[in-house]
C-alpha cells in the first residue's frame, strides 16, 4: 500500500465513548482484568457485543459497491461471532461513506465509539473509489477498526526506526496534518500499563507500509495487504463462537461465589 493514509477521527467525547462502550458490552470497562486495572474513563476497550448483528448502511450506493465492501468486509467475520446485514439508506450502528478525497485518506471510528456519532452522519469513509489499486486494503483496514482494532505499527513493541522529523514533515506535505495527528495515528504509542497487548504483528492489515523515506538508514518494511493469521485470531478472541456471551461483572460474582471452595487459604 500507499504509506499511510488513516486519520482517526477528533473530539470524541470520552465520557459518551465509554457509556457507549459499556452498555454495549460490560468487560470493555476492564481490558485488563488479571492485573486489576483501575477503572477508568480514558482505558477501556471499544467491543462489540459477541453475537451481534451489526447493521451497516451504505447510503445510495449502488449495488456492485455494495457487494464489493460485503464480500471484503465479511472476510473479517469468518471466524468471529458477528453478523453484518447490508442495509439500504442511512439508518446503521455502521454507516459508510465512499468518496474520493483530496488526499485519498480514509477514517472509521474505533469500535463503538460509532454509537456516539449522530444519526445523520457517516461513522466511516472510504476515500477512495472502487477502482482503486488500494480500496480492498481500506476497506479491510477501516473495519479493522469498525471491529476496535487499533494501529499495529503504534504498538509498544514495534521498535520502527523512525525519522521522527522526516514523518512530521512529510505528513505535512502529503497529507496536511499536524504533528499532533501524527503522533496520535502513526508514531508509536506509549506502553499503557493498564492493556493487555497481543504480541506484535507486522503483517496486520492494520500495520502500515512503512516507507524508507521515513526511517533511519533507509528501513522499510511492507505492512499487511490481506488480513494476516494473526488478525482473524484476534477477532476470533474478541468475538468468540460457541460460548454464550456473560457479562463480566456475572463472571466476577461467580468468582467470588466459587472461591472458597476452590481456593488454599493456607
Ligand atoms: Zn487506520
Same mark, same amino acid.
Given at each position: ?11 470524541? *467525547?470520552? +465520557?459518551a465513548s465509554y457509556e457507549a462502550a459499556i452498555s454495549e458490552r460490560s468487560d470493555n470497562? !476492564?481490558?485488563?482484568?488479571? /492485573?486489576?486495572? /483501575?477503572?477508568?474513563? @480514558? ?5 462489540? /457485543? ?20 460485503? &464480500? +471484503? @468486509? &465479511?472476510?473479517?467475520?469468518? %471466524?468471529? #461471532?458477528?453478523?453484518? !446485514?447490508?442495509?439500504?439508506g442511512a439508518e446503521g450502528d455502521i454507516r459508510i461513506k465512499i468518496e474520493q478525497t483530496? =488526499?485519498?485518506?480514509?477514517?472509521? =471510528?474505533?469500535?463503538? *465509539?460509532?454509537? $456516539?456519532?449522530?444519526?445523520e452522519k457517516e461513522t466511516m469513509q472510504i476515500g477512495l473509489p472502487l477502482e482503486d ?34 514523518? %512530521?514533515?512529510?505528513?505535512?506535505? !502529503? ?9 496520535? *495515528? ?7 500499563? #493498564? %492493556? ?12 502500515? *507500509?512503512?516507507?524508507?523515506?521515513? $526511517?533511519? #538508514? #533507509? ?17 476470533? /478472541? ?7 456471551? +456473560? ?14 471452595? $476452590?481456593?488454599?487459604?493456607?
Amino acid at each position: 500500500m500507499k504509506i499511510g493514509t488513516c486519520s482517526f477521527p477528533e473530539s470524541i *467525547d470520552p +465520557i459518551a465513548s465509554y457509556e457507549a462502550a459499556i452498555s454495549e458490552r460490560s468487560d470493555n470497562a !476492564e481490558p485488563n482484568t488479571s /492485573k486489576r486495572a /483501575k477503572r477508568s474513563v @480514558a482505558v477501556h476497550t471499544k467491543f462489540w /457485543k459477541p453475537g451481534r448483528i451489526l447493521k451497516i448502511a451504505m447510503y445510495d450506493e449502488d449495488q456492485k459497491t455494495i457487494d464489493k465492501v460485503k &464480500s +471484503i @468486509a &465479511s472476510k473479517w467475520i469468518e %471466524y468471529a #461471532n458477528l453478523k453484518f !446485514e447490508f442495509v439500504s439508506g442511512a439508518e446503521g450502528d455502521i454507516r459508510i461513506k465512499i468518496e474520493q478525497t483530496q =488526499y485519498g485518506d480514509s477514517y472509521s =471510528y474505533l469500535g463503538t *465509539d460509532a454509537l $456516539t456519532r449522530p444519526p445523520e452522519k457517516e461513522t466511516m469513509q472510504i476515500g477512495l473509489p472502487l477502482e482503486d489499486d488500494e480500496f480492498e486494503f481500506s476497506v479491510l483496514h477501516e473495519f479493522g477498526h469498525a471491529l476496535g482494532l487499533a494501529h499495529e505499527h503504534q504498538h509498544p513493541d514495534a521498535d520502527i526506526p523512525w525519522d521522527r522529523e522526516k514523518v %512530521y514533515a512529510w505528513y505535512k506535505e !502529503e497529507f496536511n496534518l499536524e504533528r499532533d495527528q501524527v503522533d496520535r *495515528d502513526v508514531l508509536p504509542l506509549p506502553r499503557n500499563t #493498564n %492493556y493487555t497487548y497481543g504480541d506484535y504483528d507486522s503483517l496486520s492489515i492494520m500495520h502500515y *507500509d512503512i516507507d524508507s523515506r521515513l $526511517t533511519i #538508514n #533507509n528501513w522499510s518494511h511492507p505492512g499487511g495487504s490481506t488480513l494476516s493469521r494473526k488478525d482473524l485470531e484476534v477477532v476470533s /478472541k474478541i468475538y468468540p463462537h460457541g460460548t454464550p456471551y +456473560i457479562p463480566h461483572s456475572l463472571i466476577e460474582l461467580l468468582n467470588k461465589i466459587k472461591a472458597p471452595f $476452590t481456593g488454599s487459604s493456607n
